[in-house]
């Protein structure tokens, strides 16, 4: 059974870069995509992106030219950068495991609200 | 990509069934077998309640069921409970060119 729980700043200013981290308990860094996921305050689910065990990454294309996604597989965690944040970026954001088959996203963190604000 | 599209609410009571659909396109929701359901209670993360169109993770009750029709992927509650009240999210994978995922925007359930 995988736990994920996940950490990070959670007040940021209008141009600064958002960045969280997630530690893996109980996985194999082999075993799934690492991802992350955020939900905007009353509203759905956007995809970010994900990373593999050996750093290869998936953007969603909305927010690729800002999205760092990396592994770092000695602390079992992997973290999440988005720069120039706006107001628009504020979201709760989740880590997660996704299935390297068929897509599922089947283990969560707890989520952290990010806030950004001048 | 497209977020697919789900009815912004549903509802039914106790021991009714509801269904909840999810509408995408021939390269989302008809194209893989990878359309996943989520259940999501105020103030938590989502739970994971169908994977692979139609298989249930260990744990989750045979109450939920998903099924799809062409491009409708469709998620069945049966017996409804006071704890089935929360939000219903699904996700295709969209990927033709590139790796894409997409969710839908949701569906408050609300159990009369």
């Known amino acids: 059974q995988v736990q994920l729980q996940q950490w990070g700043a959670g007040l940021l200013k209008p141009s600064e870069t958002l960045s969280l981290t997630c530690a893996i308990y109980?996985?194999?860094?082999?075993?799934?995509?690492w991802s992350w996921i955020r939900q905007s305050p009353g509203k759905g689910l956007d995809w970010i992106g994900q990373?593999?065990?050996?750093?290869?990454?998936n953007y969603n294309p909305s927010l690729k030219s800002r999205v760092i996604i990396a592994v770092d597989s000695s602390k079992n965690q992997f973290s999440l950068k988005l720069t120039s944040v706006t107001a628009a970026d504020t979201a709760i954001y989740y880590c997660a495991t996704l299935d390297k088959r068929h897509y599922y996203f089947d283990f969560w963190g707890q989520g952290t609200l990010v806030t950004v604000s001048s | 990509q497209s977020a697919l599209t789900q009815p912004p609410s549903a509802s039914g009571s106790p021991g009714q069934s509801v269904t909840i659909s999810c509408t995408g396109s021939?390269?989302?929701?008809?194209?893989?077998?990878?359309v996943s359901w989520y259940q999501q209670h105020p103030g938590k993360a989502p739970k994971l309640m169908i994977f692979?169109?139609?298989k249930r993770p260990s744990g989750v009750p045979d109450r939920f069921s998903g099924s799809r029709s062409g491009n409708t992927a469709s998620l069945t509650v049966s017996g409804l409970q006071a704890d089935d009240e929360a939000d219903y999210y699904c996700s295709s994978y969209a990927g033709s060119n590139n790796f894409a995922l997409v969710f839908g925007g949701g569906t408050k359930l609300t159990v009369l």
């Open positions: 109980g996985g194999s860094f082999i075993d799934y995509y």
């Open positions: 692979e169109v139609t």
């Open positions: 990373i593999n065990h050996s750093g290869s990454t």
């Open positions: 021939y390269t989302d929701v008809g194209a893989y077998n990878s």
